[in-house]
């Protein structure tokens, strides 16, 4: 039995971690199968969520747990931070994983690696999913030196940032470059499924995965979507909510369900809710997002965006202090210049953002000036490989080959 100790502290760790657990158990039994090995298993614990469950992870602490985000919420959480990092630390201790791979989550996964670290100095360590050290912070990469052995990074610009500190780092491409697009022979159905006319457009609103970025943003939404249901009425607004912030929204949203089609994954499961929600971001018009990795999703959908970020007072400063970028968004940063309009902090305006809402419904060709970079961004964040996590998994593995062999 070989155990892999695997944390993930966020929705978007939940399903790359899920992809990986899945990938690595078939190469490692293929593996298995050629050295005609007896009795090998891989057993995956630590911290997930519910996909990462699905493919028989077991849970020591749920990804709820630790999706904070702000200043204030990371303070007021610290107490509960700590005894986590203390409890898997010791877990790590008694466990004696045969490997360790952190997912995203920089900051928690950091302070726990150092703490693993006095423990065991030996026991090899990936991280998955470079940090934004290119963006800001750019010390973490010599900080993960001295505590991982291998990065593996979603971009393909990231690897110098970290081997010039001596980090061996390997690009394995972006798992939304492999998504499936829906058929447009499709979306009849899909309206149908929604329970939204055939002849109406849709805005799909994405105000994050965080309740400290829901909170800032999500009466700037509903206010967008309140002037915008005045001036057009062909138009359907739909909230795809993931089940870690379920609770939090729903009662909020349950009073502008005249208005708002939500899409629930507590209500329907993982499987659905992301066939359901990718097929929203296809037959969408536009969207408009929260800064962050599902800018990708809709650039691989082809759906055309406008992307805000606003959050509190004393967290803006610390941003604005060491983010190097004046963009948040990732398919402005990657291509280097300014396609998707962003508006951030103090110009998080609701007539600011309708307007550019408006100018983008109503204006074919920057509609097309989008999708046109859109392509230019999922070429450069694909690999050769078939799938990322394939390329993923096959590193991991080889830190467990030498016990297979």
């Known amino acids: 039995m070989y155990k892999i100790l695997i944390i993930a502290g966020e929705p978007s760790g939940d399903n790359l971690g899920s992809k990986l657990i899945k990938e690595m158990k078939i190469q490692f039994d293929e593996e298995v199968d050629q050295k005609n090995s007896q009795n090998k298993k891989l057993l995956f614990q630590g911290i997930g969520g519910p996909k990462m469950q699905n493919e028989g992870f077991v849970c020591l602490y749920k990804i709820e747990e630790l999706s904070i985000m702000g200043f204030f919420d990371v303070f007021k959480s610290l107490r509960k931070i700590y005894s986590i990092i203390f409890a898997i630390s010791n877990y790590t201790k008694a466990w004696k994983p045969d490997l360790i791979i952190t997912i995203d989550s920089p900051d928690f996964c950091f302070r726990l690696v150092n703490k693993i670290r006095k423990i065991d100095k030996f026991v ?12 800001w912070r750019p010390k973490r990469a010599k900080q993960m030196s001295l505590l991982y052995d291998k990065v593996l990074a979603l971009l393909p610009f990231e690897k110098p940032y970290f081997e010039k500190y001596g980090l061996s780092c390997d690009f394995v491409g972006h798992p939304i470059s492999k998504l499936s697009i829906p058929l447009d022979s499709e979306r009849e159905n899909f309206f149908k499924t929604m329970e939204i006319d055939n002849s109406n457009k849709i805005i799909t609103i994405l105000p994050g995965s965080r309740k400290s970025e829901i909170k800032s943003l999500l009466p700037i939404y509903l206010k967008l979507i309140e002037n915008l249901s005045i001036q057009f009425n062909n138009i359907s607004f739909v909230i795809p909510i993931p089940e870690n912030i379920s609770n939090y929204m729903r009662p909020t949203l349950n009073v502008y369900k005249t208005r708002i089609k939500i899409l629930s994954e507590s209500k329907m499961g993982v499987d659905k809710f992301d066939s359901l929600k990718f097929s929203l971001f296809k037959f969408s018009t536009l969207a408009i997002n929260t800064s962050g990795s599902v800018s990708l999703e809709l650039a691989r959908a082809g759906t055309p965006m406008v992307s805000i970020y606003k959050c509190g007072w004393l967290f803006e400063k610390i941003i604005k202090s060491f983010v190097k970028l004046k963009s948040a968004n990732l398919i402005n940063i990657i291509l280097k210049k300014k396609v998707i309009p962003e508006f951030l902090f103090e110009k998080c305006k609701v007539l600011a953002i309708e307007s550019s809402v408006k100018d983008l419904l109503s204006n074919p060709s920057l509609q097309k000036e989008q999708k ?12 050769d490989e078939s799938k990322q996590s394939e390329k993923a998994a096959k590193i991991s593995i080889q830190y467990l080959k030498e016990e297979i062999l």
């Not at 090899?124 to 963006?135: D, E, F, G, K, Q």
């Not at 046109?372 to 690999?383: C, G, M, N, Y």
């Open 124 to 135: 090899p360590i990936i991280h998955y999913v470079a940090p934004s050290v290119w963006a």
């Open 372 to 383: 046109d970079a859109f392509d230019k961004v999922i070429k450069l964040i694909s690999t």
